[in-house]
């Protein structure tokens, strides 16, 4: 059974950068869609970002973007999580999770992380 395990969380300043990495534990990745969702304090998990199998098509949320990209190397079994201009709001556990289609919606992603913190402080 795949298994995501994400690292690259850390606390920066507003502005900066950081490039979150979700690999494969167990199967492979390779042919799966695969998401990046979130969820603050206090509030309800949320959708990130979402890449195809092959990675030609991306998903994002209206809150990231133009700041965040997802891809993807199948090759090394990897999904990525780029983030630009980072905001407080988007302080968040983030979570890669493995699906059957690369949607908004939480069940159609059946493999999960534990997640990395993300905090970007002002």
């Known amino acids: 059974q795949v298994q995501p395990v994400e690292s690259g969380g850390g606390l920066v300043q507003a502005g900066d950068s950081l490039r979150l990495s979700c690999a494969a534990s167990g199967r492979t990745f390779s042919g799966y869609p695969m998401g990046w969702f979130r969820r603050a304090p206090g509030k309800e998990r949320e959708f990130v970002a979402a890449?195809?199998?092959?990675?030609?098509?991306?998903y994002y949320a209206d809150s990231v973007k133009g700041r965040f990209t997802i891809s993807r190397d199948n090759a090394k079994n990897t999904v990525y999580l780029q983030m630009n201009s980072l905001k407080p709001e988007d302080t968040a556990v983030y979570y890669c999770?493995?699906?059957?289609?690369?949607?908004?919606?939480?069940?159609?992603?059946?493999?999960w992380g534990q997640g990395t913190q993300v905090t970007v402080s002002s």
């Open positions: 890449i195809s199998w092959s990675g030609g098509t991306t």
């Open positions: 999770a493995a699906g059957t289609a690369p949607t908004m919606r939480p069940q159609d992603y059946y493999a």
